[in-house]
């Protein structure tokens, strides 16, 4: 396990083994697993299943990253689906059939958040039969590495594969509602004209659908930085357990580069920790990599991947 803990793996999960401080410690060398999220140059401390560690960097012996486990990317998939309510939802045996008249692909397939006893044929043709009622193709949304055997299944049976989306964390600072306020940016618990405005992704239709979806939840923010009259950048953040999501974050094509993004974010997670978040994820294409590098300077890690498998045609 070679040393490579430096500060650019703050919100990164590691392990880290470390010298017990015990004289005569039996065995003298032990590992902990968890996200980093500090780092000094005394110190680095871990916020672990037991809860925050703080090591001493002088009896590290060795670190290194490791993907998130399945559990933990399990737990984050299912906080995101809450965040994320489509009109229409069933429990297959702990998978959840999702539809939403076909807007968005996470509003429109299954998210297998847990494992059933049934024969996967079987599965497969409910999955299909529902879908197909509403006019729909049959996908599922799969989160890896959680779900690699099934992913590996579809797969098999020619189900196609489509590009991949990354699943980013941030570990909210307790002061981040301390931020200043930014005057620009309009807070709103629905998705009025201002907002709106500022929604160009997919032709800029926003069907009833989609408004329900967007509304559906009891602790939900429309962000919308505002300039010249204008509405230059949106968001939306949605709060369950201790997790703020942040979805549809757009910056109009004529300003990028110029802060907005940031701006708006800050505006977004300062919101989240005054409604008891600690933790804040998005969702964005892998090709997208403008983006990536934003969120990365935000201080946002990759947490997991996943993609769609569709039905063969």
Known sequence: MPV???????????????RRPERDADPPFSDVVGELVA????????????????????GIVAAKAVAADRRSVLELEGAAAAGWRPA???DLDGWLLRANDGWTSRGNSVLPLGT???PLPELLATVQAFYAERGLPAQFQIPLPARGLLDADLAGRCWRASDSVLVLTKRLAPDEHGHGIDDQVFLEAEPTGRWQAGYHARDGRLPEAALGLLRRHETVLFASLVDAGSTVAIARGAVDADWLGITLLEVDADRRRHGLG???????????ATHSASRAYLQVTESNVDA???????????H????????PT
Do not use: C, K, N
């Open 88 to 90: 229409e939802q069933l």
């Open 292 to 302: 990536i590098a934003m969120y990365r300077r935000l201080g946002y890690t990759e």
């Open 262 to 272: 940031r701006r708006l974010m800050a505006a977004v997670e300062a919101w989240g």
């Open 4 to 18: 490579v803990l430096d500060a650019s793996l703050v919100g990164s999960r590691v392990v880290v083994r470390y």
């Open 304 to 311: 997991h991947p996943y993609h769609y498998r569709i039905e």
């Open 116 to 118: 059933p006893q049934r």
């Open 39 to 58: 780092f000094d140059e005394a110190t680095v401390t871990l916020h672990s299943r037991r809860g925050p560690v703080v090591l001493a960097r002088s």
